[in-house]
């Protein structure tokens, strides 16, 4: 399990849940590497600011993760971590490697509104 | 909105911050530390460190916690991943507003706020990040296995990361701009007898090429002028790092390579105003020289203040 104050995916069922009883959703899907601690870290703080989203973090590593690491949006994807923006259960956007919190909060703004 | 007032403010939580907010706040100071980046800074690019003294073996992500909890143990408040979006450091009393929206003061301040990794600066770059180039080799090594990849860099960082993705990866081309490495004598031993690995020396990158994704470089050499093709799946950089100045350079003495000036008391050309860690000008960069500087700030930050405080 990922060592973040985020709240964690643990199965595909959880993941289907939650894309589908939440409007906005966002998960970063890494490890606890040093592009993606970055990432779990903006997201921990934009918690409180974006009360419309759900923010949650997904290991890379385990089974149920082939549903971000095989998503048609990741299959050019290089860098970790892959990180998604669903809207009504659907993946809006996706962004691959180190992201700022300027770029992710450019990205609710636009998406998930 | 009225601003809220500290002993010290210190921007950055990297080992020079942290430590230093460790000393300040144990001193009873009302301290405050700053952060645009993620707590720890550099420190969590490090998976082990196995040479920080009285610590076995650790990672830069849980010494970094540790830092952080003994800060806020003695008191010190933390505002991580926020914007600076104003800065005054000439007045007797400091000030720092965050995210256009909140404003801090304070008696000292300590500029702690680490580097950046450097870039290839070529249009291209930021084009292909993360579908081609990367800066981590731990993170991303696994999508480049069996191919072939470009390591960019001649310092320990570079040889070693080059050297661990051989365990993955089908060839490794080194392209490095001097005619020697600047890395440790252990890690070029260990990256020469290394099969997989060969070097272009004396050579810049000068264009990542490829539609969607990275299928190449041009290389050019530094004595001849003379360009090259090489194809490659990846390009790893490792070119070291740039002092995060940027936004008091103006005011704080800096160097050419815009890194702080400051005497043996980390004291910058403004009065209480502190510099610690790899933002300063200092030949070895280590989170135990890091640590060092931070404290040295910190102390002579109390001093200060207690000083002006009569």
């Known amino acids: ?113 | 909105m009225k601003a809220i007032h500290y002993d010290a403010i210190i921007l950055g939580a990297g080992a020079a911050g942290l430590s230093a907010a460790i000393y300040l706040s144990r001193a009873k100071l009302k301290t405050l530390i700053i952060n645009e980046g993620s707590i720890g800074g550099q420190m969590v690019l490090t998976h082990a460190i196995a040479n920080y003294p009285g610590v076995l073996e650790t990672s830069g992500r849980d010494i970094s916690l540790i830092m952080k909890k003994q800060a806020k143990e003695f008191g010190a408040d933390i505002e991580s991943n926020v914007e600076i979006t104003k800065l005054v450091l000439s007045d007797k009393e400091k000030l720092v507003e965050i995210d256009d929206d909140e404003t801090f003061t304070a008696d000292a301040v300590i500029l702690a706020t680490g580097g950046k990794p450097r870039k290839l600066g070529i249009p291209s770059e930021s084009k292909f990040k993360g579908f081609g180039i990367s800066y981590c080799a731990t993170c991303d090594g696994d999508f480049y296995a069996g191919k072939d990849i470009v390591v960019v860099g001649g310092g320990n960082s570079a040889l070693e990361e080059a050297v661990s993705l051989t365990k993955l990866v089908k060839s490794i081309t080194i392209v490095h701009q001097f005619d020697n490495f600047q890395a440790h004598e252990y890690a070029i031993e260990q990256a020469k007898k290394n099969d997989k690995i060969s070097f272009i020396m004396e050579s810049e990158i000068t264009e990542i090429i490829g539609k969607e994704d990275v299928t190449g470089i041009k290389v050019q050499n530094q004595k001849t002028n003379k360009e090259q093709i090489i194809k490659t799946d990846g390009v790893f950089i490792y070119i070291g790092y740039i002092p995060n100045t940027d936004k008091f350079k103006d005011v704080i003495k800096v160097n050419n390579r815009n890194e702080i000036l400051t005497d043996e008391n980390m004291k910058t050309n403004i009065d209480g105003v502190y510099a610690a860690g790899d933002v300063r000008e200092k030949k070895f960069r280590q989170i135990t020289t890091a640590v060092s500087d931070g404290t040295i700030a910190a102390l002579n930050a109390i001093e200060y203040i207690q000083t002006t405080k009569k």
Do not use: W
């Open chain 1, 1 to 113: 399990m990922l060592q973040t104050n985020l709240k964690h995916i643990q199965s595909e069922d959880e993941f289907n849940q939650i894309i589908e009883n939440n409007e906005n959703v966002m998960i970063c899907c890494g490890r606890m590497g040093p592009m993606c601690i970055p990432v779990y870290d903006a997201m921990e703080s934009l918690e409180d600011k974006y009360e419309n989203v759900k923010f949650y973090d997904l290991d890379f590593d385990t089974p149920h993760a082939h549903i971000i690491r095989n998503h048609e949006l990741a299959k050019r994807f290089m860098g970790l971590p892959f990180t998604f923006y669903y809207k009504n259960g659907q993946a809006v956007k996706a962004t691959t490697s180190i992201q700022t919190k300027k770029q992710i909060k450019t990205i609710l703004d636009e998406y998930l509104i």
